[in-house]
């Protein structure tokens, strides 16, 4: 048997187990001869992970064989691989059989990086460069063909001038840090420079002597307000009530909504705050005392927004797009413009240090950007922060981060610590009950963190029974997550997190 036949016979078995295509298989009926589409779905295979394209299929009829002349379709798709796409693509074509009938199949393999987009010559680059979605192709848009070509070198978009800006725009004291900081720890060849000629060396001025002008890095890190520049280079932080962000029955959409402007280091240094403000619980210690407690580490929460910054897509298409906090009652979502770089893949980077620098400049003045009020530098920039943060959740008895790709989008998802209440009685400590919480307790809880509720406003705001409410309530209790105020037994009786 072939491998082609072994991918058909494993393909068609997935197709008909989710009765549709796939991401990685595309079935045609293709009985009145070659569609006409074949070097789009070509060009979207290509463009994304590979697949298969299987001529003879009827989707419609349940994935049965149509009986077709597999000769000219396998004719069909050479040249759709060969002649209709640029660049040409070497795929696996032969005729195969399906429940004892042939077919026509060819396996795409993906491009690398460095020769994508793949697009229908016919067509042009702008029109004719697609992507597989899950059961189908789609056009690529103008900044995901920009993304593509991105990788074909190393992007200068960190080093572009800003228009109309002043060395004037700099603050004194974080030049000062920075050039102090350089000489100490750079070696002589700093030493000896003065200040402007330090900052053309490090890319945060223009390397033109005569101009003095503020490279885009140089803003960013160095700016009074960069935000004056580039009004959506920042970081904004949404709580949402529930878990799928609906708003609440009272038409409550946020329980926090904030937008992080300033330099670099400031802006991480507010989205601490941030961080610790919405996330912080209070937790039995030994000795039946109580400290505060974030639901994230703090460590793993830094790793990701700073990455964030160094590797977000800094292309003019993409500074309308700010990086994302997004809570939920049982998770927190970061997500930033432009997907991975480099050779590299998510998994991979969890767990082998790899530095793959979208904006190489950026991420070398960030090695010696220091925190406010801090010796700390805001990067390392020696690849491992992922790592960090798998280390970190691993130390906290939280599952691994969730990290989602695309070309236009990178996201990676904290699923939210906190208590197992099924089974669990009145009076259960938290540490003997670890967990995770319903999707309805969760959102009760985020509730009375912002403040005490009673059962009646619970009910209310989530749309639900007062006795569903009081039904979470007892169990978040249990847990040691909530207390009553005062009697839990008086009338009007609020609950308060704890």
């Given amino acids: 048997m072939s491998r082609l036949q072994e991918q058909v016979n494993e393909a068609m078995s997935r197709i008909r187990a989710a009765g549709t295509d796939l991401l990685d298989v595309e079935v045609k009926k293709a009985a009145g001869g070659p569609p006409k589409s074949l070097p789009e779905t070509v060009s979207a295979f290509a463009n994304t992970d590979g697949g298969l394209l299987i001529l003879g299929i009827d989707e419609k009829a349940g994935f049965i064989p149509v009986g077709v002349d597999p000769k000219p379709l396998a004719v069909a798709l050479a040249g759709a691989c ?6 040409s693509i070497r795929a696996e074509i032969d005729i195969v059989d399906v429940d004892g009938v042939t077919v026509a199949a060819a396996f795409v393999p993906a491009l690398s990086s460095a020769h994508r987009p793949c697009y229908v010559r016919a067509q042009g680059i702008e029109r004719g460069s697609y992507l597989r979605g899950h059961d189908g192709d789609r056009h690529l848009s103008t900044y995901e063909i920009h993304a ?16 109309d800006a002043t ?6 004291t974080l030049v000062t840090r920075l050039v102090e900081r350089l000489r100490r720890t750079r070696g002589p060849v700093f030493a000896t420079q003065d200040e402007t000629t330090i900052l053309r060396m490090v890319g945060a001025l223009t390397p033109n002597p005569d101009a003095d002008q503020p490279t885009l890095a140089g803003m960013l890190c160095l700016g009074f307000y960069p935000q004056q520049f580039f009004p959506q280079l920042n970081i904004t932080f949404v ?11 009272d038409g409550t959409r946020f329980l926090d909504n904030q937008a992080v402007d300033g330099p670099i280091p400031l802006m991480v240094e507010i989205a601490e705050q941030v961080l610790i403000r919405n996330m912080t619980r209070r937790a039995v210690i030994d000795g039946g005392g109580r400290e505060d407690v974030l639901e994230y580490p703090l460590p793993a929460f830094r790793e990701l927004i700073v990455n964030a910054i160094m590797h977000r897509d800094y292309f003019a298409l993409a500074h309308g797009s700010q990086i994302r906090i997004e ?13 991975l770089f480099g050779v590299v893949n998510a998994i ?3 767990h082998t240090p790899i530095t793959a620098s979208r904006n190489a400049t950026l991420c070398r ?5 220091e925190m406010p009020n801090s010796t700390r530098t805001v990067a390392e920039n020696r690849g491992t922060g992922l790592i960090t ?6 130390r906290a008895g939280m599952p691994p981060a969730q990290i989602t790709s695309t070309l236009t989008h990178f996201t990676v998802e904290m699923r939210r610590q906190v208590i197992r209440t099924t089974g669990s009685r009145r009076g259960t400590t938290p540490s003997k009950a670890r967990g995770t919480l319903t999707r309805r307790q969760a959102e009760v809880l985020a509730l009375l963190q912002t403040r005490p509720r009673s059962s009646v406003e619970l009910a209310s705001l989530l749309n639900v029974t007062r006795q569903a409410v009081i039904k979470h309530l007892n169990a978040l209790e249990a847990a040691g997550r909530v207390a009553p105020v005062g009697s839990r037994y008086a009338k009007s009786v609020t609950w308060k997190a704890v």
């Fill in 82 to 87: 060969h002649d209709a796409v640029e660049p």
């Fill in 148 to 163: 593509l070509f991105a990788e074909h070198g190393q992007p200068k978009d960190d080093v572009v001038p800003v228009p």
């Fill in 167 to 172: 060395m004037g725009d700099f603050d004194p």
């Fill in 239 to 249: 709580s949402y009530p529930t878990v799928d962000g609906r708003p609440l029955a």
């Fill in 327 to 339: 809570q939920y009652p049982d998770r927190l979502d970061i997500t930033s413009p432009g997907g």
């Fill in 348 to 350: 991979v980077l969890t």
């Fill in 365 to 369: 003045l960030l090695e010696d950007i």
């Fill in 389 to 394: 943060v798998s280390s970190e959740l691993e």
